[in-house]
C-alpha cells in the first residue's frame, strides 16, 4: 500500500513539473538556428521579423510560395533586399485596390447588375448559350486534329 502511494506521487509530481514547463514556454514558434540557405526574391512572399522580446534570437522568417518557412539573419545585404521586394509588392497592391474601390465607387453606372443575366435569358436563354459554347470547343478540337 504505501509503495502505490509513492507511486502516485512521484507520477503527480512528474506530471505537475511537465505542465508547469509546457506552460512556461511562448505559444510562439521562434527561429532558433539561421539558415545560411539564400532564397531567390521571386520565391519570397512574406516576412515577420522576430525581436528578441519572446524569442532569443533577432531574425527574419520568410515564407516562401510553397509555404516554408526559412530564418534569416538580417544583417545579411539579400536579406534587406527581399524585404523591400515584398514591402513594394505590398504597397503596389494596396494602391491597386484604391484605385479598384475609389473607380467603384466614382462609377455612373446606374444599371443594376442583373439586367445583363436577363437579357442574355431573353435572346435564347442557357440552352443556347451552352450550344454555342460546344461548337466552339468543337472548332477548336479540329483545329487541333488537323
Same mark, same amino acid.
Given at each position: ?46 516576412? !515577420?521579423? *522576430?525581436?528578441? $522580446?519572446?524569442?532569443?534570437? %533577432?531574425?527574419?522568417?520568410? #515564407?516562401?510560395? @510553397? ?52 437579357? !442574355?435569358? *431573353?435572346?435564347? $436563354?442557357?440552352?443556347?448559350? %451552352?450550344?454555342?459554347?460546344? #461548337?466552339?470547343? @468543337? ?8
Amino acid at each position: 500500500m504505501k509503495m502505490r502511494f509513492i507511486l502516485v506521487l512521484a507520477t503527480l509530481l512528474c506530471f505537475i513539473r511537465w505542465m508547469a514547463h509546457a506552460s512556461s514556454r511562448p505559444a510562439v514558434n521562434c527561429c532558433v538556428g539561421m539558415s545560411t540557405t539564400k532564397v531567390k526574391q521571386r520565391l519570397i512572399v512574406n516576412y !515577420t521579423i *522576430q525581436s528578441e $522580446g519572446v524569442c532569443t534570437t %533577432r531574425a527574419v522568417r520568410f #515564407l516562401t510560395k @510553397r509555404g516554408k518557412t526559412l530564418c534569416s539573419d538580417p544583417a545579411l545585404q539579400w536579406v534587406r533586399e527581399a524585404m523591400l521586394k515584398v514591402d513594394k509588392e505590398r504597397d503596389m497592391k494596396a494602391s491597386q485596390e484604391r484605385v479598384r474601390n475609389e473607380e467603384g465607387m466614382t462609377s455612373n453606372s446606374t444599371t443594376p447588375a442583373y439586367t445583363t443575366a436577363k437579357k !442574355t435569358l *431573353q435572346r435564347g $436563354g442557357r440552352k443556347r448559350w %451552352r450550344q454555342r459554347k460546344t #461548337l466552339r470547343g @468543337r472548332k477548336r478540337l479540329r483545329g487541333r486534329i488537323n
